[in-house]
């Protein structure tokens, strides 16, 4: 399999749903091949996703989305397989978050300087992996201490959610309003 073509989707159960099926459906229409897997899970099982969406209340609501089939086991990603790395958002981060193999996972992808897209609250993974040294990007507003505390550079979002801020091989956004733009940005970067 070409791995110019092959695209890591790193997910957890209760996902943003948007944020799992957009970039699937973007990079597929783009011809990429794009593995969904989650720590613990096999091929063949699923992840659960989350809706959210923001209704007027002080934070986002939340309901239940759709099942997302894994298509690859965990235990067998060789990151020099993948052009790039896509992160959702949503609940699933606090879960990768304290997941040393998911996190070392991430740290190599980063090491070896391939794409990665980043949003909502996928940023606490980043966080964790320790990989947002020095770096401008974006992510859900909550996440703006713990981003300058890891020693990242924190862009504020704009009123619709759908800024993105590319630096080096790294692409945010601070909400699925942003998908957009950010599998624009992702693609250039895989493209170059």
């Known amino acids: 399999m070409n791995s110019q073509k092959l695209i890591l989707n790193l997910v957890g159960d209760f996902a943003e749903d948007y944020e799992v099926y957009v970039p699937i459906s973007t990079l597929d229409t783009l011809g990429y091949i794009v593995h969904t897997a989650s720590p613990g899970k096999k091929c063949g099982d699923i992840i659960k996703t989350a809706i ?28 020099d397989n993948y052009a790039g790395l896509v992160i959702p958002g949503g609940r699933s981060p606090e879960f990768l978050r304290s997941n040393q193999p998911a996190l070392l996972l ?30 401008k990007c974006t992510g859900y507003p909550v996440l703006k201490d713990d981003i300058v505390l890891s020693g990242g550079q924190f862009v504020e979002s704009n009123s619709t959610f759908s800024n993105v801020v590319v630096d080096g091989n790294l692409v945010s956004t601070p909400a699925w309003p942003g998908l957009g733009g950010l599998m624009r940005e992702f693609h250039n970067l895989l493209s170059i």
């Open 52 to 79: 959210h969406d923001f209704e007027g209340h002080q934070t986002y609501t939340e309901k239940v989305g759709h099942n997302v089939p894994i298509n690859v086991n965990f235990d067998e990603i060789k990151v």
């Open 106 to 135: 991430v740290k190599e992808f980063f090491e070896k300087k391939k794409p990665v897209a980043a949003m909502c609250h996928s940023l606490m993974v980043l966080i964790s992996a320790g990989v947002l040294k020095e770096r």
